[in-house]
C-alpha cells in the first residue's frame, strides 16, 4: 500500500517551546487516521509543518510523494485543507468565495458546492460576515471538500456543527474512505475520531506516544463487569488478578463490581470457580483507553 504522509524525525520550536518532536509516523493512502490530544499537545502544529505553512526545526515529511518544502505547490493542488482557524473575506458571500477559491486551483466545482451546500443545509448566498460559527464551518467544509482531493487534512472539522450536520460530516467521510482517499483528521473530540478513523495517533507535550487501530486501543480500555454470585463472594479474590483496577462488594456481598484494563482471561477464570447467577459487562470505549494513556504517562 503507498504511502500518503511520511513524517521521519520532524521536529518544530518556537524558540525555545517545542511545537512537535521528533515525529516519525506513516499515514497509508485509502486510510482515515485520526490525530488525537488535548488542546495546544501540537496537532495544529503538526498539519502546518506537513503543508509548508510552518518549516520544521529539522526532520523531513514527504506528502503524496512529494517533498513539503520543494513540493508544496503540487501538493496543495492535491489536498483539502480545513485549518482550525479558517479566515475568510468576511464581505463576500461564500459563493463567491468559494468560487474564487476554486480559480486559484484553475478548477469548475460548481456542481460539485451545491451538491456539498445542499447537503449541509447551507446558504451560499449569504455574506460571510453574517454567518454563524456552524455556518462558517460549513464553509470551510465545502472548501476542502469541493474538488475531490486525493488528502483531506482536517483540524478540528466538526466544530461547531449541530448534531444531524455532524452525521453528514461523517457519512462524506466515509465516501473519501470508499472512494480509496486519503484523510488525516486532528481532533481532541473523542467520538468523532472513534467513529471516522481506521488507526489513532495520541500526541501529548508535543509528542507521538502511541498509534494503534481503534479496535486495538479500545481493547485495552477499562471495562466495568457486575458479577452476581449464588453465594457471598470476597471482593479480595479479583483485586490482585492482572489488569483489575478495582474490585467492590455489591448486591449484599454476593456480587463483585470491577474495572478491569486489557484482557479479562483470569477475571472469568477467576469468577468461574463460584456458580455466577449474572454476569454484565460495559465495554470499554475509546475514551477510556484515552484516559488511560494519560494516566499511565502521569504516573511515569
Known amino acids: 500500500m503507498a504511502i500518503a504522509i511520511e513524517a521521519v524525525g520532524l521536529t518544530k520550536f518556537y524558540g525555545d517551546a517545542p511545537g512537535i518532536i521528533d515525529l516519525n509516523l506513516e499515514v497509508m493512502t485509502g486510510e482515515i487516521f485520526g490525530f488525537l490530544g488535548p488542546n495546544g499537545a501540537g496537532k495544529s502544529t503538526t498539519i502546518r509543518t506537513f503543508l509548508d505553512l510552518l518549516h520544521p526545526s529539522s526532520g523531513t515529511v514527504t506528502i503524496l510523494g512529494h517533498d513539503s ?4 505547490v503540487e501538493i496543495r493542488q492535491r489536498t483539502g485543507y480545513l485549518p482550525g482557524d479558517l479566515s475568510m473575506y468576511e464581505d463576500m458571500t461564500a459563493r463567491e468565495m468559494l468560487r474564487y477559491f476554486s480559480s486559484l486551483r484553475n478548477v469548475d466545482t460548481t456542481a460539485r458546492v451545491d451538491e456539498l451546500a445542499g447537503r449541509l443545509q447551507l446558504d451560499l448566498d449569504v455574506k460571510i ?55 488525516f483528521l486532528s481532533s481532541h473530540i473523542l467520538p468523532e475520531v472513534e467513529r471516522t478513523a481506521d488507526r489513532i495517533g495520541i500526541v501529548r507535550n508535543s509528542e507521538l506516544i502511541t498509534v494503534q487501530t481503534v479496535d486495538d486501543l479500545k481493547a485495552k480500555a477499562r471495562r466495568h463487569f457486575q458479577i452476581v454470585f ?24 454476593y456480587g463483585v463490581d470491577i474495572l478491569i484494563e486489557g484482557p479479562v482471561d483470569g477475571l472469568l477464570g477467576k469468577a468461574a470457580e463460584h456458580r455466577m447467577e449474572n454476569v454484565i459487562s460495559h465495554e470499554g470505549d475509546l475514551e477510556e483507553a484515552f484516559l488511560a494513556f494519560y494516566e499511565a504517562d502521569d504516573a511515569a
Do not use: C
Open 69 to 72: 518544502r520543494d513540493g508544496s
Open 129 to 183: 460576515g453574517s454567518y454563524s460559527s456552524g455556518n462558517r464551518q460549513k464553509v470551510g467544509i465545502v472548501q476542502a471538500f469541493m474538488h475531490d482531493p486525493e488528502l483531506l487534512i482536517l483540524d478540528e472539522p466538526s466544530t461547531g456543527l449541530d448534531p444531524l450536520m455532524q452525521q453528514e460530516f461523517y457519512q462524506m467521510i466515509d465516501e473519501v474512505r470508499e472512494s480509496g482517499r486519503t484523510v
Open 230 to 253: 449464588a453465594e457471598k463472594v470476597s471482593p479480595d479474590e479479583f483485586s490482585g488478578l492482572p489488569g483489575v483496577r478495582s474490585a467492590v462488594s455489591s448486591h449484599d456481598g
